[in-house]
């Protein structure tokens, strides 16, 4: 984790140690570890929760097979909000993926099983997200306003109210 929080050096600055020059070359260093530890420690949740980081930073790396295969493994893990976190990055990369069947698939089972780290209204929020690209508008009002209803004083009823405010 400390790798993948590492900072990123400022255009012309020297070279320091932990200090990446980019994105990329931070992904990859991290990616690696994860790997690493996700291979020796898979059955114990900081496996899993490093499957989930794996697959966190192939995506991060545009390696969609490999992030999909950690992402999947992550997915099944016994801790319901790392499982939930896992299935709403794999619904993700689903949809930029063109596969938006899966990713539906995948939003609709989050917000019937929600947890606490994903809410049923983050994941209706990123199926609305979903609609709105594939110009499926009605779908896409239609959860919005499901959503701030829901969480009238909470964060993703204001981001609700204002999609369907930018969205008229």
Do not use: C
């Not at 200090?19 to 291979?39: E, G, H, I, L, M």
């Not at 390696?63 to 619904?91: V, Y």
């Amino acid at each position: 984790m400390d790798t993948y929080a590492a900072p990123l050096a400022q255009p012309g600055a020297p070279a320091e140690q932990g200090v990446y020059t980019s994105v990329s070359d931070r992904s990859r260093a991290a990616n690696q570890q994860f790997v690493a530890v996700a291979k020796q420690y898979g059955w114990l949740s900081e496996g899993a929760k490093a499957h989930y980081f794996a697959g966190v930073t192939y995506e991060d790396l545009d390696q969609n097979g490999p992030a999909e295969s950690e992402l999947k493994i992550a997915a099944k893990s016994w801790d319901r909000n790392l499982s939930n976190l896992a299935k709403l990055a794999l619904a993700g990369l689903y949809h930029q993926s063109d596969r938006d069947a899966q990713a539906i698939d995948l939003y609709n089972a989050l917000a019937a099983k929600p947890s606490d780290t994903v809410p049923a209204t983050v994941a209706q929020l990123d199926l609305a997200e979903l609609y709105a690209a594939s110009g499926k508008q009605d779908q896409a009002r239609a959860l919005w306003a499901k959503v701030k209803d829901a969480d009238k004083d909470g964060a993703a009823g204001s981001i609700a109210a204002q999609k369907l405010g930018s969205n008229q």
